[in-house]
């Protein structure tokens, strides 16, 4: 239920939401007199505010029209409101001005610390670090703001916490958070415990006086900068805890402390270190595609096939993240979608439902024609079948078979069962997956028109677990991978959770 309530709106659209909520709570605060009102002055606050979304939305429309892109004005907005979170609030006109310029080198760095159209930095890391490197040019520091990172106050913690949270539910990124929140807080709290008398203190200075948790909820998980596969993930959430925690911890680690340049802090640094990790992992440019063909399966269900400029690489199972410009709805101009072509195919394909009162996203994806380009972002995902040797229980509900045909046109020598519930009178792919020789079990009202004499016809509404285990009567020795609509991939995760052999789940965000 939260995860399709979560799913009504974009990834961009919830973040704003989250970090806007927590913007009026810290001015509510300060108006209270919750936050230091020496510091926290509502009428500076709100001056910050508007100077680094003004200078933010505005570099973004610049830049784009430069590259000749489509400006991201929300974005720009989200960029503008984490670099709130991170400087003390200012009424001072060079103050701001250096604000404004760290929002417009933020921008800036989407376009000019980029390869081939993919972006390699965290936007706001990057333009921190720019900024604080040409004021050591400069060399005058008496307007150069230090970032604090603010949002890591008392009063603040627990709004920060939920809001955290429902970014990283929304993104199934939790587990990443955790890798990395759990390492910082204990070399922390290790590197603090030299400093405050007591245990308590250690404790308060961790949870309430270091950014962890929205370090971890707003600026780790930035997508386009994450490694394409879990385990990187977690490695460098590891490897970002390290860093992060470096300044407290080293003293006691090498007996002197390591000060690195201008650098008091190592937040940002943390970001700019596991983003490149990330991008030297990762599909290393920005995806080009020019429709060449699109087949109508009927009822609505459309495979459109795609020439990329360059080779793209894949696993089967993992997903792209297709941009389509357009006149957007509140959902934006992305999609995500799994890649149904076989690693190595020199086409990229994807499949979707379009019903007749769709979205505007989905008209202007039925309205391209051969030879349209659009562009995707890098590949990612962990729906990959394990080892050959390992059977499978492959569950998918409507238009979530299109991972499982990557799997199968890819020729994997694995021992599959396919449970399918499709809501179609006549069951897409039926061709495809027929000549896999995939023993299929479809689930449905009523059997499909051409249901082909080799597959199973259960009468039912929806997949239930019952279903699940009375098609396959060995489902305890398969790894099961459950891909579908989100209420029925968490109703189905929920009852087999403690699955011996496995459980895999496709998880989209939809941004």
């Given at each position: 239920m939260i995860r399709s309530l979560l799913g009504k709106v974009t990834m961009y659209r919830l973040v704003t939401l989250v970090l806007a909520g927590l913007a009026v709570i810290a001015l509510i605060q300060a108006l209270t007199g919750q936050l230091d009102s020496t510091i926290f002055v509502p009428l500076d606050m709100l001056a910050t505010a508007a100077v680094l979304i003004a200078a933010s939305v505005a570099a973004s429309?610049?830049?784009a029209r430069i590259w000749r892109r489509r400006a991201h004005v929300e974005s720009a907005v989200i960029t503008a409101l984490l670099l709130?979170?991170?400087?003390?609030p200012t009424a001072d006109p060079g103050e701001l001005a250096w604000l404004g310029?760290?929002?417009?080198?933020?921008?800036?760095s989407k376009y000019l610390l980029a390869w081939r159209g993919r972006h390699m930095f965290n936007p706001v890391a990057a333009g921190v670090v720019a900024a604080l490197l040409l004021g050591e040019l400069l060399g005058d520091d008496t307007l150069r703001p230090m970032t604090i990172w603010w949002a890591a106050s008392e009063t603040l913690a627990p709004f920060v916490l939920v809001g955290a949270l429902a970014v990283l539910y929304r993104t199934g990124l939790l587990t990443m958070a955790l890798t990395f929140a759990i390492p910082a807080a204990a070399l922390t709290y290790w590197g603090a415990a030299a400093f405050y008398p007591d245990r308590t203190a250690v404790l308060e200075?961790?949870?309430?006086?270091?950014?962890?948790?929205?370090?971890?909820?707003?600026?780790?998980?930035?997508?386009f900068t994450l490694a394409p596969r879990r385990h990187q993930q977690l490695i460098l959430a590891v490897v970002a805890a390290s860093l992060f925690a470096w300044p407290l911890y080293s003293p006691r680690l090498i007996g002197e402390a390591v000060v690195l340049g201008p650098f008091d802090s190592t937040y940002e640094l943390a970001l700019l270190v596991v983003n490149l990790i990330a991008f030297g992992l990762g599909q290393r440019r920005g995806i080009r595609?020019?429709?060449?063909?699109?087949?109508?399966f009927g009822d609505g269900v459309h495979e459109l096939s795609f020439e990329p400029a360059r080779p793209v690489r894949h696993h089967a199972g993992?997903?792209?993240e297709l941009e389509v410009p357009h006149s957007a709805d509140q959902r934006g101009t992305r999609r995500v979608f799994t890649i149904a072509s076989a690693p190595g195919s020199d086409t990229v394909d994807v499949a979707v439902r379009i019903p007749e009162n769709s979205s505007s996203y989905k008209k202007a994806l039925l309205d391209l024609r051969p030879g349209d380009r659009v562009t995707a972002t890098a590949v990612r995902g962990?729906?990959?079948?394990?080892?050959?040797?390992?059977?499978?229980?492959?569950?998918?509900g409507g238009i979530g078979v299109t991972p499982f045909l990557s799997h199968l046109r890819a020729d994997h020598p694995h021992d599959a069962v396919l449970i399918y519930g499709s809501p179609f009178p006549r069951v897409p792919y039926r061709a495809e997956l027929l000549a896999s020789g995939t023993p299929v079990v479809v689930v449905s009202p009523e059997p499909p028109t051409d249901l082909?004499?080799?597959?199973?016809h259960i009468t039912a509404d929806a997949i239930t677990p019952d279903i699940i285990r009375s098609a396959v009567p060995d489902l305890s020795a398969r790894r099961i991978y459950l891909s579908g609509p989100p209420r029925m991939v968490s109703a189905l995760a929920a009852r087999f959770r403690g699955h011996r052999a496995g459980l895999r789940t496709d998880h989209f965000t939809g941004y």
């Open positions: 429309v610049v830049l709130w979170f991170l400087y003390w310029l760290v929002a417009v080198l933020a921008n800036a200075y961790v949870v309430y006086s270091t950014p962890i948790v929205f370090f971890a909820g707003f600026m780790l998980s930035e997508p595609l020019a429709l060449r063909d699109r087949k109508d993992q997903y792209l962990d729906f990959v079948l394990p080892r050959a040797d390992r059977p499978v229980a492959l569950v998918a082909p004499e080799q597959w199973r």
